[in-house]
């Protein structure tokens, strides 16, 4: 288990960006793989994007293809989360999310979460 603390979130007009960052305290994250969620009111949570740590290997949705991006910072041990051209629909509440193995997107194969911080994208 690791222990992550979000920040970054805010409001933002439609085509505006933001960066969410995610920093892992108490434990290196190594070989993890770190990971942002995001849960827009009355719907699940859904996976954004996921980083693997020791190859800076990225993956995102669809959704978010092209106009987010997903980094670290080794020496902080925190990830980020740039997001552009922001959407009304990206509109959540955005978790950070780690595990140590990379076992799939699905929310039950991510063992350590953050608070979340929530992202508000006005039209």
């Known amino acids: 288990q690791v222990q992550l603390v979000e920040s970054g979130g805010g409001s933002v007009q439609a085509g505006g960006s933001m960066r969410l960052s995610c920093s892992a305290n108490g434990r290196t994250p190594g070989s993890w793989t770190m990971a942002w969620f995001r849960q827009a009111p009355g719907k699940e949570r859904e996976f954004v994007a996921l980083?693997?740590?020791?190859?800076?290997?990225?993956y995102y949705a669809d959704s978010v293809k092209g106009r987010f991006t997903i980094s670290k910072d080794a020496a902080k041990d925190t990830v980020y989360l740039q997001m552009t051209d922001l959407k009304p629909e990206d509109t959540a509440i955005y978790y950070c999310?780690?595990?140590?193995?990379?076992?799939?997107?699905?929310?039950?194969?991510?063992?350590?979460w953050g608070q979340g911080t929530q992202v508000t994208v006005s039209s």
């Open positions: 980083l693997i740590w020791s190859v800076d290997s990225p």
């Open positions: 999310a780690a595990n140590s193995r990379l076992l799939g997107v699905e929310e039950r194969n991510w063992g350590s």
